[in-house]
């Protein structure tokens, strides 16, 4: 089956600096990856999605990229602030178009 | 109105009890999903449907079982419930095709005892 994995661990960073997040996938050659925003006791909400033609997407302060020969994508959140504070999934959809995610990573802003 | 809409939103409920959560959908979606979620496990993919004739299980389909009653309405049942089971409960949908984003409900914290 799919296996997605994210840091297990909390991010703390000091407001005002870049946090980069991990996603490594194996099993599975995705066309596109997602990302999400989860706030505690939430529905993830839906951030960016990367094509595997696309390096790099950016939104506003996000900027996501996309390695598929590294199998890994990368999330950034820069000038971060304490709003941003959440847990952060990624997700792609695999075999019979069944969207699964990661376990998320927790990010924490300190002002 | 959110566009995805769970109830019940919470729920507490004796083991060996049928318990039945509902989700119903504004956005006109054909997918819908059910997902459990877990602290340390993440969200597991419990069934998902593409149509109202087209059901699939997920990865945890044991214990449970689900209805698509319509395109907007997907449920999602515990015919005996286990303490096992305590979880929060997501149910999502998507407009199909793997360049589509997921909505999600607000969730079922569901206790069983």
């Known amino acids: 089956s799919q296996k997605i994995e994210q840091n297990s661990e909390a991010l703390n960073i000091q407001e005002g600096k870049t946090a980069t997040l991990t996603c490594n996938y194996t099993?599975?050659?995705?066309?596109?990856l997602q990302w999400y925003r989860q706030d505690p006791g939430r529905g993830p909400v839906f951030l960016l999605l990367?094509?595997?033609?696309?390096k790099e997407k950016r939104k506003e302060r996000l900027k996501v990229t996309f390695d598929t020969t590294l199998k890994q994508s990368l999330f950034h959140i820069t000038a971060s602030q304490p709003a941003d504070s959440a847990t952060y999934l990624c997700?792609?959809?695999?075999?019979?178009?069944?969207?699964?995610f990661g376990k998320g990573n927790q990010v924490v802003v300190i002002p | 109105d959110a566009d995805v809409t769970q109830t019940p939103r919470n729920r507490i409920t004796k083991t060996g009890k049928r318990i039945m959560l509902e989700c119903s959908q504004t956005?006109?979606?054909?997918?819908m999903y059910w997902y459990r979620q877990d602290p340390g496990l993440g969200l597991r993919l419990i069934y998902y449907?593409?149509?109202?004739?087209?059901?699939n299980k997920g990865e945890i389909s044991d214990g449970y079982s689900v209805s698509r009653q319509a395109q907007a309405k997907f449920s999602l049942s515990l015919e005996s419930a286990i303490p096992n089971q305590t979880a929060l409960y997501f149910c999502?949908?998507?407009?199909?095709?793997?360049?589509?984003?997921?909505?999600f409900g607000q969730g079922t914290r569901l206790t069983v005892v």
């Open positions: 997700a792609l959809y695999y075999g019979n178009n069944r969207l699964a």
């Open positions: 449907s593409f149509d109202v004739k087209d059901i």
């Open positions: 990367i094509r595997e033609n696309e």
């Open positions: 099993n599975y050659s995705p066309a596109y």
């Open positions: 999502a949908t998507s407009d199909g095709g793997m360049n589509t984003e997921a909505f």
């Open positions: 956005k006109g979606h054909d997918r």
